[in-house]
């Protein structure tokens, strides 16, 4: 069973606010990625990770940061929140190559 | 670039109808994933597969892959309202995942 966790559920925040999304695996995948999803929308990849101390952008232009110090932990910053940033933001993990991604339950964010 | 297109993007159906979802992909690959999303959740991983010809089946669901068409459907038999959903198809590139559009499934009674 699949144990990755996204705090909080739900943020509702004002704009200009420096906002950090957490994200938790306990499963040891070394693989760890970000996506933007609007409600029923298509997932738009913002950053992605194979390993400890190794972030890539992904397919969508973010103003979000990512940084990857342990391999269970992979936060997701946003320096200066905007409305623009309203969406939900999915974390996931995968263990190896030809696995299926494991999905967090998500992060709803409101920019006000 | 790797792009993945579904079709259809809407699907409303009556109940103990049958149906498919295709997935067309732009480049190589021959490891495609099918997941599914209830509404105001996240992604439930559905079926795996990983070589030309694979086949799997749990329930009125059965997912095949064709790598030399780029082309996975999702097919649907006797459809019931727990079916109802958007579901998703996934290739897998160098690195990274790439998402189909979704297809949001309605299975009326």
């Known amino acids: 069973e699949a144990d990755i966790y996204q705090t909080p559920r739900y943020l509702v925040i004002g704009t200009g606010k420096k906002i950090t999304l957490e994200c938790s695996q306990t499963?040891?995948?070394?693989?760890m990625y970000w996506y933007q999803q609007d409600p029923g929308m298509e997932l738009h990849l913002i950053h992605y990770?194979?390993?400890?101390?190794?972030?890539e952008k992904g397919d969508l232009s973010s103003e979000s940061t990512v940084s990857r110090i342990r391999t269970e932990h992979f936060p997701l910053t946003l320096e200066s929140a905007r409305p623009s940033h309203t969406s939900q933001y999915l974390c996931?993990?995968?263990?190896?190559?030809?696995?299926?991604?494991?999905f967090g339950d998500g992060t709803r964010l409101s920019i006000l | 670039e790797l792009k993945v297109e579904q079709n259809p993007l809407f699907l409303s159906m009556q109940e103990g109808k049958n149906y498919t979802i295709y997935c067309n992909y732009s480049?190589?690959?021959?490891?495609l994933y099918w997941y599914r999303q209830d509404p105001g959740k996240s992604l439930e991983s559905l079926f795996v597969l990983l070589s030309n010809g694979a086949v799997k089946q749990e329930g009125r669901l059965m997912a095949s892959l064709d790598t030399k068409a780029r082309l996975s459907t999702l097919h649907i038999t006797a459809a019931v309202h727990d079916l109802s959903a958007t579901y998703f198809c996934?290739?897998?590139?160098?690195?990274?995942?790439?998402f189909g559009t979704g297809t949001r499934l309605k299975v009326l009674a």
């Open positions: 996931a993990s995968s263990e190896t190559d030809n696995q299926p991604q494991h």
């Open positions: 480049t190589t690959s021959d490891r």
């Open positions: 990770s194979y390993g400890v101390n190794s972030t």
């Open positions: 996934a290739v897998e590139g160098t690195y990274k995942y790439i």
């Open positions: 499963m040891g995948h070394d693989k």
